[in-house]
């Protein structure tokens, strides 16, 4: 008899927990069964408590975990972080996935993430996010310094399955912690670099909800904390692999350049001088590097020696904050 592998769930319960119901029926009924559910509900809300409570009647399945949230970081994005981080602490499961309350997943995602991981014994898996492909879906599996090269893979938990060695010994909270809301960003990469080999689905089957934002009152996507982020991971591979540090300045590089385009459109001087400075400096790194695809290094070229003109432009196309997420959304 097969013994199948215990897969830890861990839902992360915000006070926002209209949709919890939808999502974890969606948990409960997924076709692969042998599964550790994990609850994770901030203490100071009765209602979630409650919540949760009459959930885990429904299913053995089901644990619960009550925790207590900073004032000073109060927001959603901040309390799915230590949800997660919480959740992965009290997993017992050989594989461990995360998903949003808010959010909905197919029946057989689980099985299907599963399945590949065991199949190409590969330690990450993960799900096209913007598939349109209704059918069995193409699985691409990469060794490590080819997944990043690919660009495919994304940079946020959601939609990933994730064999729970990866976590050993990373210093978890202190990563997702990191200020600006790029917690996901900063711990990704770190897995991915552990793991031997990475495959991506060419299948939706995570559905996510996602709030509107305003970029510069929402600290999601802040210069400073942009700059850490990119800074962070330049180090961390600088005395490791060329080639992934020639793909963290490009990275960089294009996080300024989008940065500057975003500010123009704004008609933030001080802002704009202090921005080109840093990606002309970034650039000079970057013109060289053999890695980055030529329509990047055009783009690139372009805005540092024609800098006024496409400030100009940016204006005219109405750049939003998008051009930016694309630019920290890749491990």
Known sequence: MRIESLVSVVVAVSKKDDNIYGCVECIMEQSYQNLEIILVYDATCERSKRICNNLSIMDMRIKIIGILQDKEKSSHEDFRTLAFYEGLLQAKGSYITFVDN?????KDMIRYLLRTCTKYQCQ?????????????????????????????????????????????????????????????????????YRAKKAAIIDKQMYYEVK???????????????????????????????????????????????????????????????KVLASFKKEYDRVR?????????????????YLPGLCAGIARILAIDYSLLKKCVSRI
Not at 102 to 106: G, K, Y
Not at 164 to 174: G, H, P
Not at 288 to 304: A, G, Q
């Open 102 to 106: 808010r959010d909905r997943i197919r």
């Open 124 to 192: 990450i898996s993960s799900l096209s996010r913007k598939s349109t492909n209704f059918g069995k879906g193409k699985i691409r599996v990469y060794r490590r310094n080819a997944a990043f090269l690919s660009r495919k893979f994304t940079s946020e938990f959601n939609g990933k399955l994730f064999d729970i060695d990866l976590f050993e010994d990373i210093n978890l909270l202190e990563l997702l912690e990191k200020e600006g809301g790029y917690g996901d960003n900063f711990i990704l990469y770190r897995l991915y």
């Open 211 to 273: 709030e509107k934002r305003n970029f510069f009152i929402d600290k999601q996507i802040q210069l400073n904390n942009g700059i850490q982020l990119f800074k962070d991971r330049i180090n961390f591979f600088k005395d490791k692999e060329r080639t992934l540090l020639d793909l963290s300045h490009e990275y960089y590089c294009m996080f300024l350049a989008a940065y500057y385009l975003y500010i123009a459109r704004n008609k933030k001087e001080k802002d704009m001088e």
């Open 288 to 304: 060289s590097n053999i890695i980055t695809p030529i329509n990047r290094k055009i783009f690139l070229s372009l805005l540092y």
